[in-house]
């Protein structure tokens, strides 16, 4: 089945070590998404990729970045974790379809900060 | 701004009983909509969307949601709950600015009770 993969499922880092979390798709889509969820609240978006074209949301911090070396791959990078990053990271693609771009999600990455 | 409201953050209701999840936005003109599914440590799936025509919408796992214009709403609906259906249950419109991004709704925590 087509599909967004995320691994590691569960990752455990050290306040300040980098860390990289990956996602890949067989779906073939054009546009990847990394959110950040933490308990209890609504997934808020990180920044997107369509095609190469980065898109980064205005109050994320500079602590975070990504990479997407090709359509299938995306790396989230955070650069010197601190304990307020520990949370639930989703990875998400969509194409247009007509106006509509419909998000699949993958099952997520939990990042615990010690 | 545009908005989604979910007023019910967090509705427990009885095995084989009937549940509404509400949700409303704010939106210029007809918007896409989207419920979501995230069940505990898991990424967000698409229970059912609306895009056009037929206002009663059916999606996965016997829910159903009705496209309400005057009264900006698409509510969820299902006839009988299963235990499996604890979940958290969001509410999305694309973003006006930029539709490759989605407005989310703060969610609805769903308990069932056997």
């Known amino acids: 089945d087509a599909m967004v993969i995320q691994n590691p499922r569960y990752q455990v880092t050290q306040f300040g070590k980098p860390v990289t979390l990956s996602c890949s798709q067989t779906?073939?889509?054009?546009?990847m998404y990394w959110y950040q969820q933490k308990s209890s609240q609504a997934p808020k978006l990180l920044f997107h990729y369509y095609d190469k074209d980065f898109n980064n949301e205005a109050d994320t911090p500079d602590n975070f970045q990504s990479r997407r070396p090709n359509t299938s791959f995306c790396f989230l990078d955070i650069r010197s974790p601190g304990l307020g990053d520990a949370a639930m990271y989703l990875c998400?693609?969509?194409?247009?379809?007509?106006?509509?771009?419909?998000?699949?999600f993958g099952p997520g990455t939990r990042l615990t900060v010690l | 701004a545009q908005s989604v409201t979910q007023p019910d953050i967090h509705i427990t209701v009885s095995e084989g009983a009937s549940l509404e999840l509400r949700c409303n936005y704010s939106?210029?003109?007809?918007?896409?909509l989207f419920w979501y599914v995230q069940s505990p440590g898991q990424g967000l799936q698409l229970l059912l969307k609306?895009?056009?025509?037929d206002t009663l919408v059916q999606g996965i796992k016997g829910f159903e949601a009705e496209f309400k214009r005057s009264q900006s709403s698409f509510n969820l609906r299902k006839p009988s709950v299963h235990w499996s259906d604890a979940a958290e249950y969001f509410c999305a419109v694309p973003n006006a600015g930029n539709n490759r991004k989605l407005i989310w709704g703060l969610g609805t925590s769903l308990a069932v009770n056997p």
């Open positions: 939106y210029g003109a007809t918007p896409y």
């Open positions: 779906l073939n889509h054009n546009v």
């Open positions: 609306y895009f056009s025509g």
């Open positions: 998400a693609t969509s194409t247009p379809r007509g106006a509509n771009y419909e998000q699949f």
